[in-house]
């Protein structure tokens, strides 16, 4: 069965600094993969999503994703973090036929210092 | 207004009572689906619906029911709630026709709680 793994369940950055959130994924073959965040007090907002082609995928807020097919990972990454982006994030696949099942990480929390 | 709403916000209700959360969308889309997320867990998928004559089990159905009233309304009911029902739950919709894999919208959730 398919998985997603987010090995951080907390993270601390400072405002300003770089950011990069971890998720790697366990499946047959190359699922669709989705990064959503979710502010406080709000449902899950879609951040940037691969399907194929190009394997750095730019979203919103600045944000961008890079596919590694050899370690089955699609990391997200900011350069420089804005006190707004605390949140928490997931990361999702769906499998590679479609049909709008995705399977969530447990999400990683984002705290920003000022 | 917020294209997916869900009503309500906040419950505490008690072992064993009957509860509906409701979920309303004015996004046009087929698809809605009912999550709950809990801490450490992500979101796990409980029911989710193409049409309003196609439901289907997630992940987690047992102890959940559906109803979709129609193309904008999908309710999610806790029969007999335990206090293991203690949640943040989801709607989400989306559209079949805007590609092979498509877009999940989410409302703002309901915190859901079982004493």
């Known amino acids: 069965a398919q998985s997603v793994t987010q090995p951080d369940i907390h993270i601390t950055v400072s405002e300003g600094a770089s950011l990069e959130l971890r998720c790697n994924y366990s499946y047959g073959a190359t699922p669709y993969l989705f990064w959503y965040v979710q502010s406080p007090g709000q449902g899950l907002q879609l951040l940037l999503k691969y399907f194929s082609g190009d394997t750095l995928v730019q979203g919103i807020k600045g944000f961008e994703a890079e596919f590694k097919r050899s370690q089955s990972s699609f990391n997200l990454r900011k350069p420089s973090v804005h006190w707004s982006d605390a949140a928490e994030y997931f990361c999702?696949?769906?499998?590679?036929?479609?049909?709008?099942?995705?399977?969530f990480g447990t999400g990683t929390r984002l705290a920003v210092r000022p | 207004d917020a294209d997916v709403t869900q009503t309500p916000r906040n419950r505490i209700t008690k072992t064993g009572k009957r509860i509906m959360l409701e979920c309303s969308q004015t996004?046009?889309?087929?698809?809605m689906y009912w999550y709950r997320q809990d801490p450490g867990l992500g979101l796990r998928l409980i029911y989710y619906s193409f049409d309003v004559k196609d439901i289907n089990k997630g992940e987690i159905s047992d102890g959940y029911s559906v109803s979709r009233q129609a193309q904008a309304k999908f309710s999610l009911s806790l029969e007999s709630a335990i206090p293991n029902q203690t949640a943040l739950y989801f709607c989400a919709t989306s559209d079949p026709t805007s590609g092979p894999y498509n877009e999940q919208f989410f409302g703002p959730g309901t915190r859901l709680t079982v004493l």
């Open positions: 999702a696949v769906g499998p590679p036929q479609g049909g709008d099942k995705l399977t």
């Open positions: 996004k046009g889309h087929d698809r």
